[in-house]
C-alpha cells in the first residue's frame, strides 16, 4: 500500500503520509465548502510529480486560474491533467466505461468531481430509478477495479443532501454505493471563519478524527 500526496503537507500528516494509493477516497460535502480545492491541490501534486491525472468534471467548474495560483509551474501542470467535461449521465458513463484503457503506468491520479451531479439530474427526470442506481453503482465498480489492480488512486468529491430525520446533519448523496465502494470518507463542513474536515472512514486510522483549515490565495492553510 502506497501513499499519494494531498499537495498539502499538514493534511497528509492528518491522514498518515496522504490518501492510500489502491482505494476511492470520497470526500464530500455542501457547495463552497472547498471540495474542488482539495481534488486540484492533490492533482496539481501529482502532475508536478511529473505523472498525468485524468480529471472528470462534471460541474464545469475547473478554473486554470485557481490552478494557476495555487502552483507555479501552471503551464507544465496543466499539460499533465486531461480533463474529461460531460454535461450528462450518459456522457459520464461512457467515460467510465472508456477510463480503464485509458490508464497507464503514466497515470499518478484519477480525480472525479463531482461523481453525483449528472447523476442527481438524471434522478430527476428518469422514472427508471434503479437502472440510474445500477449505472452509478457499476461506475464505482470501475473505479474501484482501477484503484485496486492498477494501484492507482482516485478521489471523489460528492454533494449532500438534507437529513429529514436529523435537520442538523446532511447525508451523502448515493449513499451506500459510495460508503461501500470508498475505503476513506472525508467530510467537510463550513464554521463561521474557517471549514472543517472529519474523517468518517478509514481502513487503519481512527473515524472522527478532525481537523480545521481554510482557503487561502495560494491553497488551504490550517487553523
Known sequence: MGKVSCGVDFLDL???GGYDDDIITTIYGPSGVGKTNLALLCAVRVASSGKKVLFIDTEGGIAVERIRQVCSSYEEVLERILFFNPINFEEQKGIFERLKELVDEKVGLIVVDSVSMLYRLELGKSEEVYDVNTALGRQIAYLVEIARTKKVPVLITNQVYADFENKDKVKMVGGDLLKYGSKCIIELMKFANCR?????????????RELKFRIVGDGIEEE
Open 14 to 16: 492528518f491522514l498518515g
Open 196 to 208: 472543517g474536515l472529519v474523517l468518517r472512514k478509514h481502513r487503519s486510522m481512527a473515524e472522527g
